[in-house]
């Protein structure tokens, strides 16, 4: 058995999520933004202002990602990502293998956008939830209309250039009440890969899946006949993967970057800097305040010079992790959970399980173990 380690140093920087804007095009019925009608854009200042303190930090790891999410990246102009990238290249390259990726709903895809994306080697990743009844059932815009149709027409784009997509899709009741026809659509498309996020209570959405008899039974049925549609179509599931590697080939236990200060950093657009879970950023809490260290361009800025409050955020935050480790014999393949769940279902960062746990840990690692000791028989 492990010996309990202690609190976690800061960093290594692993990744470093940066919203370009806070405004997004549609209205997901699902989504936990608080504030997705600004338009407010990341002025450049605040990429060279992020650029210059990641490399005075020390903190780098040897390989960071920097990823474009939140709101909807493509309603910034290219123009913006060009500058942006020339900008991190030249004040990190020579200190990390420097990699980007980007999340969009892809309505806003066309044949330049793809174009750009292949030349800037931009890792892309388009939500889509499956066939118009259950993508449509949540991701409409402000009219109430469905957007799949334009979201594959994005896709299109993509596919035309010769450039490779991950798929992300919220799993709801929807999606299991249309097992069959999501999994051909998926199989349809034939991403790289197909990451699966059951609904979660976090931000403005009280997703109550936590709530709802039956869901998680439902969910691991699901999971199983995913992980058959798996080995037979060859597209890889990103949560039953991971889960794989780390049964089989990682060290146990897992390190859990949601609950580690520095591994993931957020830069907001109006350059107000995280940690841990991503989704915390823009939240609000008496006891934490804004959940931020500090403005990344305010003169003295450092990564690892952080208020009363996010200290009162990092030591709270581990109290959970170590309760985790305590308590729940899914640890060793899940390191703690994430924050941003036991903050929205239980009010508490020293909690322990949630929703996500079950679904997103519990319900993943039994159906990889299983999957595991039918191949041993």
């Not at 305040?289 to 990344?296: A, K, L, M, N, P």
Request: hydrophobic share 40%; proline share 5%; glycine share 8%.
């Amino acid at each position: 058995m492990n010996a309990p380690r202690g609190p976690a140093a800061p960093g290594p920087i692993r990744q470093v999520v940066l919203q370009s804007t806070g405004f997004c095009n549609i209205d997901c019925a699902y989504c936990y933004l608080p504030d997705r009608l600004t338009r407010t854009v990341m002025p450049l200042d605040i990429v060279r202002a992020t650029a210059r303190a990641l490399a005075d930090s020390g903190l780098l790891a040897p390989a960071v990602e920097v990823r474009w999410h939140a709101g909807e990246p493509l309603t910034v102009p290219r123009s913006f990502y060009s500058q942006a990238h020339a900008l991190l290249r030249r004040a990190l390259g020579d200190r990390t293998r420097l990699s980007f990726s980007l999340q969009t709903n892809g309505l806003l895809l066309d044949s330049a956008w793809a174009d750009f994306l292949q030349h800037e080697e931009v890792r892309v990743g388009v939500s889509l939830d499956g066939p118009a009844q259950v993508h449509d059932a949540h991701r409409r815009t402000r009219s109430g209309a469905g957007t799949l149709a334009r979201a594959l027409k994005g896709v299109s784009h993509l596919v035309g250039a010769g450039l490779s997509y991950d798929v992300i899709s919220v799993v709801t009741p929807a999606t299991l009440a249309h097992t069959g026809a999501y999994l051909d659509f998926m199989a349809e498309l034939a991403p790289r890969s197909l990451g699966l996020n059951p609904e979660e209570t976090e931000g403005g959405n009280d997703s109550g899946l936590h709530r709802a008899d039956g869901f998680e039974q439902e969910y691991r049925a699901f999971l199983h006949r995913v992980a058959r549609w798996s080995k037979e179509t060859g597209v890889e599931v990103r949560e039953l993967a991971a889960m794989r590697r780390h049964v089989l080939h990682h060290a146990l236990p897992v390190r859990n970057t949601q609950n580690e200060p520095l591994s993931i950093v957020t830069v907001g657009a109006d350059g107000r800097v995280s940690s841990f879970s991503p989704e915390l950023f823009g939240w609000m809490s008496e006891r934490y305040r804004d959940f931020v260290i500090g403005q990344v361009n305010d003169p003295g800025f450092r990564f690892d010079r952080w208020p009363e409050s996010f200290r009162l955020l990092a030591s709270d935050i581990d109290r959970g992790r170590a309760g985790c480790e305590r308590s729940c014999s899914y640890y060793a393949v899940c390191g703690g959970g994430a924050p941003a769940n036991k903050w929205a279902e239980c009010g508490d960062m020293a909690a322990t399980r949630t929703a996500f746990c079950s679904l997103g840990v519990m319900a993943v690692a039994d159906v990889v173990l299983d999957e595991l000791e039918t191949a041993r028989r």
